[in-house]
């Protein structure tokens, strides 16, 4: 649809353009010719978006973005998986994003020196929290929940945080 508004504004403005200079010629034999260029440069305005169309790299690249495929095979259960194990992936970065997000917005917004971070995603929402503090630091449970809350808007509820005593446990990804 953009490209037909674009090709209506171009082909208004090439007619309105030929309309004005035909209107400013002087009569004569040149008159003809520059009629016909001007034609010419109204046929090239409605072409434009037809060429661009026929651009056989244009058109590859177009398939390239559109439709995931896997180079030499046609079998629709490969791609499915390929598909599959890229979503999962997708999934994991956009967790370890999330992770450095929230440890970089503690940082900032509390006086916490150690602590770590673990959260569970849900296709592309965040569902879980948790947040594991050393014994040592002086923590303030709720006012961490409620900043992480505000910020995600998350339930308090979906915000733990652990005070550990035995040092560091791997977080465990809850789905």
């Known amino acids: ?103 970089s917005l503690l940082l900032l917004s509390t006086d916490l020196e150690q602590f770590q971070v673990a959260c569970a995603v849900e296709g592309q929402c965040l569902k879980k929290v948790t947040v594991q503090i050393p014994l040592g630091e002086e923590v303030d449970s709720r006012r961490i929940a409620q900043a992480l809350s505000g910020y995600y808007g998350l339930a308090t509820e979906q915000i733990t945080v652990e005070i550990k005593e035995d040092g560091w446990n791997e977080l465990e990804e809850s789905e």
């Not at 309105?16 to 520059?34: H, K, M």
């Not at 490969?78 to 997000?101: D, H, I, P, S, T």
């Open 1 to 103: 649809m953009e490209t037909v508004r674009v090709v209506m504004i171009n082909l208004l403005v090439m007619i309105f353009f030929t309309t004005v200079l035909d209107l400013l010629l002087p009569e004569g034999s040149l008159r003809s010719y520059l009629k016909m260029t001007m034609g010419f440069f109204v046929m090239l305005t409605l072409l434009h978006p037809v060429l661009q169309l026929a651009d056989p790299d244009n058109m590859a690249q177009k398939w390239q973005l559109s439709v995931p495929t896997v180079a030499g095979t046609g079998n629709a259960a490969v791609q499915g998986e390929v598909y599959e194990a890229q979503v999962r992936e997708m999934e994991q970065l956009y967790q370890q994003k999330l992770q450095e997000q929230i440890s």
